[in-house]
């Protein structure tokens, strides 16, 4: 059982397709669709894989992944091949893993984003199909193709990005960034700099290292510019209600799907455009669709508190937490404003928010470490020993930040 003062157990890896991953709460089995679409009946069948085989409890990544839990292991081994039949994995396990690739929710969808995203998408996937040296990059290295438009360019993170920029792309890893490309040459840049990661024996990813990509586009010969200045993280849309017309967001607390929610949100998708789009931001995207769609257990309020608290499943799914970390986080939505958000983490690992908070807050088995504006794993501000005195320490500190009146 973790305390403050131990070091979390760390895997390295996320539970992917064919890597089911032991937790508190049986086995986590993960799908990763194309490009975090799933069609309304692949939906359902992840409702009935989560009803029948798991507790009924799933998880929306911040990769735009489905996580399903409660697995017994032969269940979690035998899932692979159902979810190839569904159309939601490939048979080969290497290439599985090596497809990491993320792309801008809306593409195809916002006229803002850029035309070509899709296209790039595609480019990159064959690639990353196509080059079996990939498979020796690190299980959670990842990749993007940032369109921008609604969902604006830099929302996306991953080790090699390709971010659209007025009409060119440019291909950013870590604190380096190419000069203008276009879209096929980008891609074949992105590729390029993988492999150089994997030539290199690199073992400290781009997005946890940044001067790793300086040394990458040097292994490539290719020039860069120092991409430092842009490292910080663009604020994420909230999509949620309506983006454009028949285009309306639906939030997931915590990022936490039941199965009626997930076939309540299929049948809404099969109403309209038939697909789920599905965000890092912990929503789901509907097209097609008449009216915003409500659907119990869903946010469609924009400005809904839910949507800025972030947490770990806690005690009730990891051996490393101590408490029950999403019915605190969810406890403390009532208490922040709307330009602010806090993360409650089991341990200091932080997965369900890597990034930095306005308030981080790791719960321990006797006490809590509180974090202004960092992230779980940074040097805590200072320690509360309850629960009621971190609420405290939230209030105050939300008061510092209020706009003075006059």
Not at 109 to 122: N, R
Request: proline residues 7%; contains cysteine; aromatic residues 6%.
């Amino acid at each position: 059982m973790n305390t403050l003062s131990e070091a979390p157990v760390i895997k390295g890896w996320c539970p992917g397709l064919y890597a089911p991953m032991q937790a508190a709460d049986g086995w986590l089995v993960r799908v990763r669709p194309e490009f975090g679409r799933l069609t309304a009946a692949q939906a359902l069948c992840l409702a009935q894989e989560a009803e029948q085989h798991g507790n009924g409890q799933m998880t929306l990544t911040n990769r735009a992944n489905l996580q399903l839990r409660g697995f017994s292991h032969g269940q979690a081994l035998a899932f692979p091949a159902r979810m190839h039949a569904a159309g939601l994995g490939l048979p080969d396990p290497a290439q599985e893993k090596r497809l990491a690739l993320q792309i801008t929710p809306l593409a195809g969808l916002d006229p803002a984003c850029a035309d070509d995203t899709l296209i790039c998408a595609h480019l990159l996937k064959t690639g990353l199909l196509e080059r079996d040296r990939l498979s020796g990059l690190p299980d959670k290295f990842g990749f993007a193709v940032d369109g921008g438009g609604i969902c604006p360019v830099g929302a996306l993170r991953a080790d090699i990005l390709l971010q659209a920029d007025r009409g060119a792309w440019r291909v950013v890893c870590g604190a380096a960034r190419s000069l203008p490309l276009n879209g096929p040459q980008a891609v074949q840049l992105a590729l390029r700099l993988a492999e150089a990661f994997v030539v290199q024996g690199e073992t400290q990813r781009p997005m946890r290292h940044p001067r790793c990509g300086a040394r990458l586009f040097a292994a490539c010969d290719q020039g860069a510019e120092d991409n430092a200045d842009r490292l910080s993280s663009v604020p994420p849309p909230v999509l949620v209600g309506q983006i454009v017309p028949a285009l309306y967001g639906v939030g997931v607390p915590l990022g936490s799907l039941t199965v009626p929610m997930l076939r309540a949100c299929a049948h809404s998708a099969a109403n309209g455009d038939g697909w789920l789009y599905l965000t890092p931001w912990h929503s789901i995207v509907l097209a097609g669709q008449k009216t915003q769609p409500r659907m119990d257990g869903f946010v469609t309020d924009p400005a809904d508190p839910r949507l800025r608290v972030f947490a770990c499943q806690g005690v009730k799914g990891c051996a490393q937490a101590t408490v029950d970390v999403p019915a605190q986080a969810l406890q403390l939505a009532a208490d922040i404003p709307e330009t602010m958000a806090v993360h409650v983490a089991g341990c200091r690992k932080g997965c369900a928010h890597p990034a930095a908070a306005d308030v981080s807050i790791v719960a321990g088995l006797q006490s809590y470490a509180l974090v202004r504006n960092g992230t779980a794993g940074d040097e805590p501000t200072c320690y509360e020993s309850s629960f009621d005195a971190v609420r405290t320490r939230v209030r105050a500190w939300t008061a510092e930040n209020a706009p003075k009146e006059g």
